[in-house]
């Protein structure tokens, strides 16, 4: 929409602040620039103080500067994430075979791609609506999108070429799933978010495998709590990965990564 009355701008506001939207101001100004006409606009802000998440409501979500597509049944990517991207980077700022594992909307492989410009990029998911979103996100950059189960996913002849293997895997115990704030609980795929009774099941399964794709000197690259990180770095080692553990106050995210040797 454009030239939306002030009084338009004030009477979303308001509603986003009864409905418990911390940053009501800036939610209005996406929902505003969003809306085509008025009567999305009502739609869309009623979405929103339903609970639906603000990126599923204007369908994109920003990550690393990137506008990234989502749709309804896909993980929101997490500002957070954007930590894992940063020391993938670091350790192999020149790969040229990178894979987005468990991709939900292949936000972690698109901003690969983008910064390492030209690398040949695969992205996975077992999630059919997960590998429909990631196809639009990852296309700017040749990338494949490639559905299945982890590793089974993705074409043979990647073994021993990656470069950076990046997994954002589910992490949330399954007995706290119950308590993750209702954006996601009722609105992201339960997929994405339960890794089984410790958190780490599809870790384990993931750092079991990955010495075997991955390149000499290429990374895995997995992001956990802080809780978890010590039984996570076990798992890299006994997969035959050297691991270490980054952490950004800042993000309060914490990253494994393994190399192979």
């Known amino acids: ?3 939306t ?5 004030d009477s979303v506001v308001a509603t986003l602040r009864a409905a418990g939207c911390v940053f009501a101001e800036d939610e209005a100004r996406l929902l505003l620039a969003a809306a085509r006409t008025p009567d999305e606009l009502t739609a869309m802000v009623d979405r929103r103080a339903c609970g639906a998440p603000l990126e599923l409501v204007v369908g994109w979500a920003e990550f690393r500067r990137l506008r990234i597509a989502v749709e309804p049944g896909v993980f929101v990517p997490r500002r957070r994430t954007e930590f894992l991207v940063e020391q993938a980077l670091a350790h192999a700022p020149d790969a040229c075979v990178v894979v987005d594992l468990c991709c939900g909307s292949g936000a972690v492989g698109a901003a690969l791609a983008d910064a390492l410009g030209g690398a040949e990029l695969h992205a996975a998911d077992i999630d059919p609506a997960a590998v429909r979103c990631a196809g639009r996100n990852v296309a700017p950059f040749g990338g494949h999108v490639h559905a299945g189960d982890l590793y089974e996913a993705l074409p043979e002849r990647l073994r021993g ?3 950076i293997l990046a997994a954002n895997v589910p992490y949330v115990p399954s007995g706290e799933v119950a308590f993750l704030p209702a954006e996601a609980r009722e609105h992201e795929p339960l997929v994405a978010l339960d890794g089984g009774s410790d958190g780490l099941d599809v870790l384990r399964r993931v750092a079991a495998e990955a010495a075997k ?9 997995v ?4 809780r978890q990180a010590p039984t996570a770095v076990d798992a890299f080692a006994r997969g035959g990965l050297a691991p270490r553990v980054v952490v950004s106050e800042e993000w309060y995210a914490n990253v494994v990564i393994g190399v192979r040797s």
């Open 161 to 163: 070429r990656i470069d």
């Open 1 to 3: 929409m454009t030239s």
């Open 5 to 9: 009355p002030a009084s338009s701008r």
């Open 213 to 221: 794709w991955l390149a000499p000197g290429g990374c895995l690259l």
């Open 223 to 226: 992001e956990t709590s802080e």
